[in-house]
């Protein structure tokens, strides 16, 4: 079956230091990975996908992740912290055989804390 | 992307009563999911709202409890049937863009926070 996890609850970081919020996965072949963001009381944002091609994924607000099939990890970074990334993320995967379903597994959650 | 409207934002509900979540989309989709958010944890997929036919519901989620409906490509709606103080949480409504395919991401709505007294 497949799964996420996400080893982290909770990660604090000062403004303007990188972040790192780690994601694997175990999934049969290679899935389509993914990161979204909750703020507090919204729902999810997506904030970027890996399918195929450069390991290395560019997404929203300055964010990246690096797909890593040898470690099967998804983790998310981004070079500086802002106050404002303090938010709920979540790693989701979906396991690219078996046709469109489309279904997201998602992780249990890390929340980020940038402190000022 | 895709605008996901649901509604009611937040509910204070009976023990024994049922309420129905809407969910609208401001653009046609092939799927719609519901799912739920349970207070401070992850994100449960219930089921898979199929335009034109019953929905298919995950492991420990039943018809009977959690009815959907889903009549047309842009709209769906959940139930939360026979309330009890377990089924509070955060419903979310997902869609998948005709253009997502199995790699499109999911957009959601802003959720529905539902408190069981």
């Known amino acids: 079956a497949q799964s996420v996890a996400q080893p982290e609850d909770q990660v604090n970081v000062a403004e303007g230091n990188p972040l790192t919020v780690k994601c694997t996965y175990s999934?049969?072949?290679?899935?389509?990975l993914f990161w979204y963001v909750q703020y507090p009381n919204r729902g999810l944002q997506f904030l970027l996908k890996?399918?195929?091609?450069?390991?290395l994924v560019k997404g929203s607000y300055g964010f990246e992740a690096e797909f890593n099939k040898s470690q099967t990890s998804f983790h998310l970074k981004k070079p500086s912290a802002l106050v404002s990334d303090s938010a709920l993320y979540f790693c989701a995967v979906r396991d690219r055989r078996g046709g469109a379903t489309n279904k997201l597994i998602f992780g249990t959650g890390t929340l980020l804390a940038v402190q000022p | 992307s895709a605008v996901i409207s649901q509604k009611p934002s937040r509910d204070i509900c009976q023990r024994g009563t049922s309420l129905t979540i809407q969910c609208q989309v401001d653009?046609?989709?092939?799927?719609m999911f519901w799912y739920r958010q349970q207070p401070g944890q992850s994100l449960t997929l219930i089921a898979t709202?199929?335009?034109?036919?019953?929905?298919?519901?995950e492991s420990g989620f039943v018809i009977d409890k959690f009815p959907i409906s889903r009549p047309n490509l842009t709209f769906s709606t959940l139930t939360v049937s026979n309330m009890s103080p377990e089924d509070s949480s955060i419903y979310l409504c997902s869609a998948a863009g005709r253009q997502g395919g199995n790699t499109g991401e999911l957009f959601f709505g802003e959720g529905s926070r539902l408190t069981v007294l």
């Open positions: 999934v049969s072949g290679n899935p389509y």
């Open positions: 653009s046609q989709v092939t799927m």
């Open positions: 890996y399918i195929t091609g450069d390991n």
């Open positions: 709202a199929n335009q034109g036919s019953e929905a298919t519901y």
